[in-house]
């Protein structure tokens, strides 16, 4: 087999016009670009130099969203039509994009790495939306054909060869074994939930085959199986990185190899996250990956571990005991446990940022699975953006399968999602990372969404309330955040980075118009805001139907620094705020 068969002029003239458009769309959104209106829907862009004009037709949404359209881009330079080129359009643009001579190869490479896998995407089977809309938990995953919806470079994964990219990327597909190592208990910490205990979680998780085996190996080595923790490890993270940069550690039998686990694993759409097949019922693993990816490298600190699930046992505890998480059937999926290891010299000779920090850790997530009741299955909410080869979304696939009216379905999908949100943030001041892929919906047998369900908890979530009292152990999530900016977690994160979205694909596929959207957005506030009279000073302090908030610009971050975008525990203190929006409800306040 040819493992660069995807790669050819066809298939990359179509990556480079699709990447194009999200490149127009969505730098003009972020007002890196000011496109020219030329009359009746068409707009052009120049170049730095002024010499290339980009020229294309685009509808305009809310949250000045531009739906630009992938056929009608041109590119014209002294009257001669030349072809799409993605890397060129950076080129072209990079002075308006402001990408530093530092930053624009690694940029590039990023762009190329996006292109590359959407070229592979295309290869594959095509399979409609109304078919995705009918499929599991794990085909909707791997089906997806775009990644984060505003980023443009999306898929950089610096690091995969294409062999590796065809082993471990989520669209591949591909059942992976994970890379089992022993730890030396001295350099390494397993933190687990109050009612777990290492042994018996390892054994649950391995199976007693597994881990016996495991244990005669160190025997045979003279090592005893009791100083030792088993941690897992992503395979390209030992064979890439562990087996040599570790080398010292694995030399003096810190660290041990044993081998590959029983289990089939398949990444999902973060990559470094595994649901494991052989028994969906088991913990999800998330490793440690030295892997460059969308503004991040996607390491995980072994410091960081240790708090985590703790953390997950506050959150949980909080859901459960609050009688509105309970009536909207809200629920987290826990990080139960978590081990990291500590390199000592790679500490002592850097700052908390650096990525020799984050080579070895790993945790695991409770699955879903077992928590679905008769007729109920799984969907990511980053498949509610999906658009299949035919222009037809799968959010309009399930309200079709539904039956429902388009307004009665989204109220029930706004009701399993938004509600919590906005939940947390007025009674607890806590705020989450509420994107498509953090979200798993559950569905009903018609296709309506019954509930849903947050995940990557102890990395994301915040608590803004300097005076809230939280466990020593779970300190770490509060974060100072300036007044004005609190809202910006629901204003950004869910209106611009998804409803923005999904309302325009709804609309231009004719299932439901704008208006009929962000009404049903507004009724649902006004619903919560109904419930809960008592926190009706909070609604007035933050106001949800403001007319306008500041516009939070995320390629912005990564065109200025794409190793490390933000400082997660200063979330607001990096963001590129500019200008603001007209806040799509505003206008559907209760007067």
């Known amino acids: 087999m040819n493992p660069v068969s995807h790669l050819t002029p066809e298939r990359w003239a179509d990556a480079n016009r699709a990447l194009i458009r999200k490149g127009l769309a969505e730098f003009a959104h972020e007002r890196l ?7 009746e829907g068409r707009y052009q862009v120049l170049s730095d130099d002024g010499t290339t004009a980009y020229g294309f037709t685009a509808d305009r949404y809310a949250l000045d969203h531009w739906q630009v359209h992938a056929e009608s881009i041109t590119r014209l330079r002294d009257g001669e039509r030349l072809p799409l080129d993605a890397l060129q359009f950076i080129t072209e643009l990079r002075g308006t994009l402001g990408l530093s001579d530092e930053i624009l190869p690694v940029y590039l490479e990023e762009i190329s790495s996006t292109l590359s ?32 919806p505003c980023f443009v470079a999306n898929n950089g994964r610096l690091g995969f060869g294409i062999d590796e990219y065809h082993a471990y990327a989520p669209e591949a597909a591909t059942g992976i ?28 998780e391995l199976g007693d085959k597994t881990v016996d085996g495991f244990a005669a190996t160190l025997a045979e080595r003279g090592l005893d199986f009791a100083d030792y923790l088993l941690m897992p490890a992503h395979p390209w993270q030992w064979w890439n990185k562990l087996s040599v940069t570790f080398a010292a550690e694995i030399a003096q039998e810190r660290l ?32 440690a990956m030295s892997v460059l990816n969308m503004g991040f490298m996607r390491g995980l600190s072994a410091a960081y571990m240790e708090a985590t699930p703790a953390i997950n046992d506050w959150l949980a505890g909080l859901i459960e005991a609050d009688g509105f998480f309970a009536a909207a059937r809200f629920s987290i999926i826990r990080e139960r446990a978590a081990i990291g290891y500590r390199h000592l010299e790679y500490e002592a000779a850097t700052d908390r940022f650096s990525p020799y920090r984050k080579m070895l850790a790993a945790l695991w997530r409770e699955s879903p699975v077992p928590t679905l009741q008769g007729g109920e299955r799984l969907a990511t909410m980053a498949s509610m953006l999906h658009v299949d080869h035919e222009g037809a979304s799968f959010a309009a696939a399930l309200i079709r399968q539904s039956g429902l009216p388009a ?25 989450y990372m509420p994107h498509g892929e953090n979200v798993i919906l559950v569905l009903d047998e018609t296709g309506a969404v019954s509930r849903a369900i947050f995940k990557d908890i102890a990395e994301e979530i915040c608590v803004m309330d300097p005076d809230a009292v939280l466990p020593p152990a779970v300190e770490r999530i509060r974060a ?30 004719g299932t439901l118009d704008e208006d009929g959207f962000w009404q049903t957005v507004a009724e649902c506030v006004t619903a919560y ?11 007035r302090q933050y ?40 806040n799509p409800i505003a206008r559907f306040a209760r007067r």
């Open 407 to 431: 307004r009665t379905w989204l109220r029930q999908y706004l009701d399993a999602y938004l509600l919590p949100l906005l939940h947390s943030f007025y009674a607890y001041d806590l705020v």
């Open 33 to 39: 670009l000011a496109p020219e209106s030329l009359g």
């Open 256 to 287: 041990v190899y044993l081998g590959e686990g029983e289990d089939d694993y398949l990444a999902q759409q973060s990559i470094r996250t595994f649901f494991n097949t052989s028994d969906p019922a088991k913990h999800y693993v998330k490793t």
């Open 480 to 509: 100072e955040v300036p007044e004005h900016m609190k809202l910006l977690s629901i204003f950004t994160d869910v209106f611009d980075c998804f409803f923005r979205f999904l309302a325009a694909t709804l609309a231009a596929e």
């Open 543 to 582: 106001d949800m139907f403001t007319e306008e908030f500041a516009l939070s610009c995320l390629n912005r971050l990564q065109l200025r620094n794409n190793k490390q975008m933000v400082d997660l525990a200063d979330p607001s203190g990096a963001l590129q705020l500019v200008g603001d929006l007209v």
């Open 529 to 539: 805001q109904d419930a809960k009279p008592e926190l009706a000073e909070k609604f």
């Open 177 to 204: 074994r994970l890379i089992w190592l022993a730890a030396r208990r001295d350099r390494a910490t397993f933190t687990a939930g109050s009612d777990l205990a290492y042994d018996s979680f390892i054994r649950a």
């Open 117 to 148: 896998g959407t070229a592979y995407k295309s290869t594959k089977p095509r399979i409609t939306a109304a078919e995705l809309a009918k499929a599991d938990f794990q085909a909707i995953e791997t089906g997806m054909t775009e990644g984060h």
